[in-house]
């Protein structure tokens, strides 16, 4: 492989990006097709349910492919799904080489697609910058394998970890570019998730406000039912989809919530919260990939406690609020020892102007007697 496969296969990962958001619970894919040294055909899977990447690079091509190469984010699928096999579609051009990124760990793919084209003679070239195509698509691969959730905290502090001032006070803590990159990031996931204290504290409308972008699902947990029903966030429901997880319900409210269109699922855990293991596996089941968790401390600490996050995001704003009553982002019981702490691994710095963005992976959230 040389320089020109590298820069081919950049542009099939740029492609693939333009996908993100608009095709969840799917993976983005991109897709070029090149002959002769030259690009006669790129694409990349723009809708849940619409053309896959190498396909739209075929729509798109300018000349015939016969003795081309192609270059993939992701494995060429070989089954009938919502649309016909890839590979077929790859044959049918004689499209020559094949150059691959990432696996498809999708149990109907996974390996067989690789295999498919080899055996009909076509050269294939598999892990081909793999780790930048794998990164494309965490969310992908993790609810492909396990079909729960895969789960972002995020949240924004000040230099001495607080997220609002003793007065409650949180607007704004970092700048105007940092908060612009939050809505795009919430254009990114299926769901997002906040706790009954943050509905009662802010009235959030946790949708996203830029243009030409998606909302995502608003999930509530809320142990006893205690959303207003003149919140915000009930009040646009028919706007943007809530579901309420509550644990003990009550089934008056939980009928005026269903009249007003919203979904209440009931999973109690033995003290009567929210089970979020379970509301997980129930989301998961409903085809919601990914679910960005904007606190607040209460729901982050049990989410961590239970297990279900994987990676966080933090943004550190250059102020210090100082204040023995201003809130922290992870509350609850917390860690007794140091060594019981949450584990993470820091995977990323950005600078946004005068903010930071600190991307860390999960790695041990629920040892010891975290948040027990
Ligand atoms: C996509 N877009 O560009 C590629 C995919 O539900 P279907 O029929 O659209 O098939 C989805 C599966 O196809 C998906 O889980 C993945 O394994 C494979 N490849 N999917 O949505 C694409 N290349
Ligand atoms: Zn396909």
Not at 170 to 191: D, L, P
Request: hydrophobic share 40%; charged share 25%.
């Amino acid at each position: 492989m040389d320089k020109a496969d590298r820069v081919y296969m950049e542009r099939a990962i740029e492609l693939a990006k333009r996908g993100r958001g608009w095709t969840n619970p799917n993976p983005i894919v991109g897709a070029v097709i090149v002959k002769n040294g030259r690009i006669i055909g790129e694409g990349y899977h723009a809708r849940y349910g619409g053309l896959h990447g190498e396909r739209e690079a075929i729509r798109a091509l300018t000349e015939p492919a016969e003795g081309a190469d192609m270059y993939v984010t992701l494995e060429p699928c070989c089954h009938y799904g919502k649309t016909p096999p890839c590979t077929e579609a790859i044959l049918e051009h004689k499209i020559k080489r094949v150059i691959i990124g990432s696996r498809d760990p999708n149990p109907m793919v996974a390996g067989k697609g690789a295999e498919c084209l080899r055996k009909a003679g076509v050269i294939v070239e598999a892990d081909f910058l793999r780790e930048e195509c794998d990164q494309l698509n965490r969310v992908f691969f993790h609810y492909i394998t396990t079909k729960l959730p895969y789960v972002v905290m995020k949240y924004a502090m000040t230099l001495d970890g607080k997220i609002a001032t003793c007065t409650g006070a949180s607007k704004w803590i970092t700048g105007e570019e940092a908060r612009g990159m939050v809505q795009r990031m919430r254009h990114e996931y299926m769901g997002i998730m906040v706790g009954i204290g943050t509905v009662l504290a802010d009235d959030p409308m946790l949708n996203v406000r830029e243009e030409g972008r998606k909302s995502p699902i608003r999930i509530i947990c809320d142990s006893r039912l205690r959303i207003p029903l003149d919140s915000r966030i009930c009040r646009t429901a028919g706007q943007y989809p809530v579901i309420v997880a509550c644990g003990t319900g009550d089934s008056e409210k939980e009928k005026q919530l269903i009249d007003m269109g919203i979904q209440v699922i009931s999973v109690p855990d033995s003290q009567g919260r929210v089970d979020l293991g379970k509301l997980m596996f129930l989301l998961g089941g409903q085809g919601i990939d990914s679910i960005l968790l904007e606190g607040g401390g209460e729901l982050n600490e049990s989410a961590l406690a239970a297990g279900i996050v994987q990676e966080v995001k933090v943004f550190v704003a250059p102020k210090i609020f100082g204040g023995r009553e201003a809130k922290s982002p992870v509350t609850g019981l917390g860690a007794a020892l140091p060594e019981e702490a949450a584990r993470l691994a820091l995977e990323n710095v950005v600078r946004i102007r005068e903010d930071l963005l600190l991307e860390y992976k999960v790695i041990h959230a629920n040892q010891g007697s975290f948040g027990k």
